[in-house]
């Protein structure tokens, strides 16, 4: 029980990420992206590739992940860039698509769908299992909490601020002389670093990634992790992570008590429950369980 | 080569047609309605399994069970469209597409639920394909591309003669004049999820009947269905026409150069590609 205690905080650690991920770019920039899946699949793929084939160190895997993500959210942000709304949706949505349809072909590469593993992990093989789960337990929400205290702050800075002019209306944060493009590239790009952070972890915890790890529904707990905690917090992410897996483990139980079920069904119920949740939050709450504060005037001036 | 090229492009020609199908429902919702309604990959499969339930169980013909998928999956989204998406759609577009994912996401599970994840076919007489000149064509594909030339043929004439057809245009023209005239706005919506998600499951139908269907079938076929809609230009149902064939020729020609596997890509490169050149689509008259 113990050791499933600390697996699913390590797991809400990941979901902490890839909603602090999407937070930069959604929660602050306006910025629609649904293609979380995918920049997490290329830190885990990239780190699990180095430590793995090249024989890289776990720590330089992980910062060639950052960085390979962040050039990658760089990269299609320049291409989006004249993208809105809508289109962004469906393109970032097919950018996940095209990045598990390479990890499932490119078999010379990828191992294709069989997926890498012997992943290592710090310390893996040299403790006990428990003691490795603590490790990364303690590894993850190390990261998180830097991540989360990293992003608070940025947003606090003028960066976050010009982030969130280009929110709420981009052509007044253009005609007050900010380079909007510039702007949403670097977020774009933060954004990626992040959730490619995420991704490059849960290789080293699970010391094996496939492409079918890489399916939108993560995308959904990322957003569900966010819009439950709240929208433009970073706090309110890393929340929203730890509630969205206390529910998704909820419903683990539940459809186990569910007599006469078959394995897929149980598997059905739950992907089922976790799409039922974010349509209810989106209903019932949407500003989350942390709503973001409007920002405080300076001293002196008059509202 | 040059035979090998025109069986390609001959292929492509009636991929397209039936990716067509699909991509109108998708665009026509968009259309009336202004946000990307992903859940049109559920409904695909919601409307291939009605078929199969039509077809294998109920012993229906093909034409039978497609009016079948294209009823059950029209009703689904109705339905669905009520209880999810409707609510949220005054907070905007993009909340509305989120949710949509999420509606996928659950209609999914739903079939995954009630038939399992096997793969099934549908009950229909194998066809030796047909030889001219130094062609291959399989009857079943021409009998799929005319099913979805016809279907089109009803539509574009259902929008062009009938009033309830000019009301949904007036809609998706200028939903404020269309107000003001008296038309009921709730209403048109309905009518337009009905018949945009009725066509996404008759598209998958069409889809699964040269193949087999499982609950990701939806799924895998929507990248070309968004490729096709947004190549023509989101909202424009002739749009989605010319985008299925340019995409379903596209996917075909592919084969000279990459892998099969990569296919679905082309749709995503066809979209960054029309975006970046011309970003209304072909036939579309807003992009951003």
Same mark, same amino acid.
């Not at chain 1, 299609?76 to 469906?90: E, F, P, T």
């Not at chain 2, 975006?275 to 072909?282: A, I, M, N, Q, V």
């Given at each position: 029980m113990e050791a499933y205690l600390i697996a699913m905080v390590v797991f809400a650690g990941f979901y902490a990420l890839l909603a602090l991920g999407l937070n930069v770019i959604w929660g602050l920039g306006g910025i629609i992206n649904l293609g979380l899946a995918g920049f997490f699949g290329v830190g885990a793929y990239a780190t699990a590739l180095l430590t793995v084939r090249a024989g890289w160190p776990i720590w330089a895997g992980m910062v060639a992940a950052m960085l390979i993500s962040a050039l990658a959210g760089a990269? @299609? #942000? &320049? %291409? %989006?860039?004249?993208?809105?709304?809508?289109? &962004?949706? *469906? %393109?970032t949505l097919g950018f996940a698509e095209v990045v598990r349809l390479i990890a499932s072909n490119e078999i010379w590469l990828t191992n294709g769908t069989d997926g890498i593993s012997n *992943?290592? $992990?710090p310390w893996r093989g040299q403790v006990p299992p428990g003691e490795f789960n603590l490790i990364m337990l303690g590894i993850v929400w190390a990261v998180v909490i830097v991540v989360a205290a990293l992003l608070a702050r940025l947003s606090h800075a003028p960066f976050g601020r010009v982030l969130r002019a280009i929110r709420e209306d981009e052509m007044v944060a253009a005609v007050a002389g900010k380079r909007v493009l510039a702007f949403k590239t670097i977020a774009f790009a933060i954004s990626a670093a992040v959730l490619g952070i995420g991704g490059a972890l849960y290789a080293h915890y699970n010391a094996y990634i496939a492409p079918d790890g890489l399916v939108p529904l993560l995308t959904i707990y990322a957003v569900l992790a966010l819009t439950a905690g709240g929208t433009g917090r970073m706090s309110g992410a890393v929340l929203g992570a730890l509630v969205l897996v206390a529910l998704m483990e909820g419903t683990r139980f539940l459809a186990a008590e569910i007599p006469g079920l078959l394995p897929v069904q149980v598997a059905a119920v739950r992907e089922m429950s976790v799409g039922l949740m974010l349509i209810l939050v989106l209903r019932l709450r949407p500003q989350g369980l942390l709503p973001e504060r409007p920002p405080r005037l300076a001293q002196g001036a008059t509202p | 080569m040059l035979e090998d090229v025109l069986q390609l492009i001959v292929n492509g020609v009636m991929a397209g047609s039936v990716l067509a199908v699909p991509a109108i429902g998708f665009t026509a919702i968009y259309a009336v309605l202004r946000f990307p309604n992903f859940a049109v990959a559920s409904h695909a499969t919601i409307g291939a399994f009605a078929g199969f339930v039509a077809n294998v169980y109920l012993g229906l013909p093909a034409p039978m069970a497609l009016c079948f998928a294209f009823l059950v999956a029209g009703v689904f989204g109705v339905a669905s469209d009520e209880v999810a998406l409707r609510p949220l759609r005054n907070s905007g577009p993009l909340t509305a597409a989120i949710a949509s994912v999420a509606l996928t996401i659950v209609l999914e599970n739903v079939i995954r639920f009630t038939f399992g994840n096997d793969l099934r076919g549908y009950d229909l007489p194998v066809y030796r394909d047909w030889r001219m000149l130094g062609l291959r064509i399989g009857p079943q594909q021409v009998y799929n591309a005319a099913v979805a030339v016809i279907v089109m043929a009803v539509l574009f004439g259902f929008l062009a003669f009938t009033r309830t057809g000019k009301t949904m245009r007036a809609v998706a023209d200028n939903p404020t004049l269309a107000g003001i005239k008296g038309i009921d706005a709730v209403k048109v919506a309905r009518l337009a999820n009905f018949i945009g998600m009725g066509l996404a499951? +008759? $598209? $998958? +139908? @069409? *889809?699964g009947l040269d193949t087999s269907i499982d609950p990701l079938t939806g799924f895998r076929v929507i990248l070309s269905v968004f490729a096709a809609a947004v190549v023509g230009g989101l909202g424009s149902l002739p749009g989605a026409v010319a985008g299925s064939f340019v995409v379903g020729i596209g996917e075909e020609l592919s084969l000279l150069v990459l892998d099969p596997a990569y296919r679905g890509a082309v749709g995503f490169v066809a979209i960054l590609l029309v @975006? #970046?050149?011309?970003?209304? $689509? @072909?036939l579309g008259e807003r992009a951003y």
């Open positions: 990269a @299609l #942000s &320049l %291409v %989006v860039a004249r993208l809105k709304g809508d289109y &962004l949706a *469906i %393109v *992943i290592p $992990g | 499951g +008759m $598209g $998958g +139908m @069409l *889809i @975006l #970046s050149f011309r970003p209304r $689509g @072909l």
